[in-house]
């Protein structure tokens, strides 16, 4: 497999990489910490890892994976049984039409802009985020609505100068 990424000498430039084995490994390895670069906006073809990791995050089976996560969190959150982990159920409930929004994005056949899927797993395992923390101030309507509009594939993959 080849993969387009940054010159690491010539940020202006672009490369060829041939993937191995051991570099997927790698991407798998640091993956909650690729997603959370690229959540916060770091372009894919920065490194070779964002790439891959990038490219994982792209697939549909990827994104209905995490669709079927958000899927869970919502009955957990409906259902009145305690859960290992302390849920903000109100909060879930008053974003849940964002949730959807979110889950209507994430299964979409259209391609996906990875820094929105990556974004969507980091809320969705945010220990200190708005679903289960709460003195956390974020809105959780205003975090979904975010990852969503990231998740909009006429969104711009451009490297911004």
Same mark, same amino acid.
Request: one cysteine or more; aromatic letters at 4%; a positive charge.
């Given at each position: 497999?080849?993969?387009?990424?940054?010159?690491?000498?010539?940020?202006?430039?672009?490369?060829?990489?041939?993937?191995r084995?051991w570099?997927?490994?790698? /991407?798998?390895v640091?993956?909650?910490?690729?997603d959370?670069?690229?959540?916060?906006g770091?372009?894919?073809?920065?490194?070779?890892?964002?790439a891959?990791?990038?490219?994982?995050?792209?697939?549909?089976e990827?994104?209905r994976?995490?669709?079927?996560?958000?899927?869970?969190l919502?009955?957990?959150?409906?259902?009145g049984?305690?859960?290992?982990?302390?849920l903000?159920?109100?909060?879930?409930?008053a974003?849940?039409?964002?949730?959807?929004?979110?889950l209507s994005a994430?299964?979409a056949?259209?391609?996906?802009?990875?820094r929105?899927?990556a974004?969507?797993?980091?809320?969705?395992?945010?220990?200190?985020?708005p679903?289960?923390?709460?003195?956390?101030?974020?809105?959780l309507?205003?975090?979904?609505?975010?990852?969503?509009?990231?998740?909009?594939?006429?969104?711009s993959?451009?490297?911004? /100068?």
């Open positions: 497999m080849m993969l387009l990424i940054h010159d690491p000498k010539d940020p202006e430039r672009f490369v060829t990489w041939s993937c084995g570099d997927r490994f790698l /991407a798998r640091f993956a909650a910490a690729l959370r670069r690229l959540a916060a770091e372009p894919a073809e920065s490194t070779l890892l964002m891959l990791r990038a490219q994982t995050l792209a697939r549909v990827t994104r994976a995490l669709a079927r996560n958000w899927e869970h919502l009955r957990r959150a409906r259902g049984a305690p859960y290992r982990v302390p903000r159920r109100r909060r879930i409930a974003a849940e039409t964002d949730i959807a929004a979110l994430l299964v056949e259209l391609p996906t802009p990875a929105g899927v974004m969507a797993g980091v809320l969705l395992r945010d220990g200190a985020g679903l289960y923390n709460r003195h956390c101030p974020d809105d309507c205003t975090a979904v609505q975010k990852v969503t509009a990231q998740l909009d594939p006429s969104v993959l451009a490297v911004s /100068a």
